[in-house]
Every structure is written in structure tokens, then in C-alpha cells.
């Protein structure tokens, strides 16, 4: 079955440092999103990438789907305070489940 | 537009006990989802709805767990007996399509702590 690695498992950075996240699948994707979950919150959709080599930005976040399709990242330039949270990635295909990934927890030093 | 909606926040049960948990979608969003998160983990999906059927249960440990989705709105999920490993926060999340082709949107969760 599909089979999702997310790595790191916890990146600890100094504000206004770099911050990236990856998500690797054992098969082709649909498609893949982006979550952010706060400390005690829930799962906050941030975006969809669907085409391959597909990259979109929001502000400070970068997104890439790979040209196989079966990988992504989530880049965060420049960190703040308010990017502290865990960072899933939701894998979809249309011949296995959806699933999501272990995460990647990022904390910040001031 | 109001969010996914879910109660109780929280849950304290002891073990064997039974438990209940209640969501209502954002209006208009087909799919329904259940979700289990154990601290430290990713969502582990337990049970997929499309309008008030079931697209995907095949994680729902259905010894123990039961859901369903009267009407194609709103949601239960019980647990009858729970054990001390169901301790977790449960998440409901609704969607317009079936697939991930548009964002979950999902409830504040409840945590269930069970002793």
C-alpha cells in the first residue's frame, strides 16, 4: 500500500532563519496539500498542488510538487514567532488513501 | 460561513465506559471525515462519508467504534467500550468533493481522555 515519509520530525530554528519540510510518497500522487497545525489547535488547510513541478507561494511560503509527482516541500523563508506549529502534508491518489504524514514540528528560538 | 461545528470539547471516561462525539459539516460539504489524533501524530482517517454513506471504513476498529450520518448532515462517532488507548483528540473535518480535491475544513476536535 502507499506508504508517506515526513521529514524532519522536529526542526528547531532561530527566528528569521530558513525552515523546509518534506514529504516523500512510495507512489504517484493526485495531488498533495498542505496543513499547519497551531500547539492544541486543529489541522488549518493551507494549499493544493496538483500539477507536476507545480510551485506556488504564499507570502513567506514557498510549495513544490515534484516532477514525479511523488514528492512536496514546504519552504518557509525568513520564520516568525507565528509560524511555530506542525506542518502535515495530505497525501491523495486515486488508487490508495488519502493519508496524512507523520509531520514535521517546528519550534522557534526568539 | 460557520465552521464545522463539534461537542464536547473534551471528555474524560473511564475504561469500558461508552462515549459519544457529535459534528455538524459546514453547510453544503458532501464529505464528512473522522479522524483519529493520537498526541505526537499525523490524523489517522477512521471513517469517510459521502452525503449519509460510507466511502472508506476500513480503519475504524468496528468492535469498539461505531459512526453514522443520518440525514447527509451531521455526525456521531461512539466508542462502546473504550479502552485506554482510544486516548486522543477526534477530529471532524467536512470537504465539498469526495477526494482531495478541495481543503478539509476541520472542527476544534474533542479530546478524549480515557482513565
Known amino acids: 500500500g502507499q506508504q508517506v515519509m515526513q521529514i524532519p520530525q522536529y526542526q528547531h530554528v532561530q527566528e528569521g532563519e530558513d525552515f523546509t519540510t518534506y514529504c516523500n510518497s512510495s507512489t504517484t500522487l493526485s495531488n498533495i496539500q498542505w496543513y499547519k497545525q497551531r500547539p492544541g489547535g486543529h489541522p488549518v488547510f493551507l494549499i493544493q498542488l496538483v500539477k507536476s513541478g507545480e510551485v506556488k507561494k504564499q507570502k513567506r511560503l514557498t510549495f513544490q510538487f515534484g516532477e514525479a509527482k511523488k514528492n512536496s516541500s514546504l519552504h518557509i523563508t525568513a520564520t516568525q514567532t507565528t509560524d511555530v506549529g506542525t506542518y502535515f502534508c495530505?497525501?491523495?491518489?486515486?488508487?490508495?488513501?488519502?493519508?496524512f504524514g507523520s509531520g514535521t514540528r517546528l519550534s522557534i528560538r526568539p | 460561513e460557520a465552521g464545522v461545528a463539534q461537542s464536547p470539547r473534551y471528555k474524560i471516561i473511564e475504561k469500558r465506559q461508552s462515549v459519544a462525539f457529535w459534528c455538524n459539516p459546514i453547510s453544503g460539504h458532501a464529505t464528512l471525515y473522522w479522524y483519529q489524533q493520537i498526541l505526537g501524530q499525523g490524523p489517522k482517517l477512521l471513517i469517510q462519508f459521502q452525503n449519509n454513506g460510507v466511502v472508506d471504513d476500513s480503519q475504524l476498529p468496528k468492535d469498539r467504534f461505531s459512526a453514522e450520518r443520518l440525514k447527509g448532515v451531521d455526525s456521531t462517532l461512539k466508542i462502546q467500550p473504550a479502552k485506554l488507548e482510544d486516548s486522543a483528540v477526534y477530529l471532524c473535518a467536512s470537504s465539498q468533493d469526495r477526494g482531495p480535491g478541495y481543503g478539509y475544513t476541520f472542527g476544534s476536535g474533542t479530546r478524549l481522555t480515557v482513565v
Open positions: 495530505l497525501l491523495g491518489s486515486s488508487a490508495s488513501k488519502i493519508i
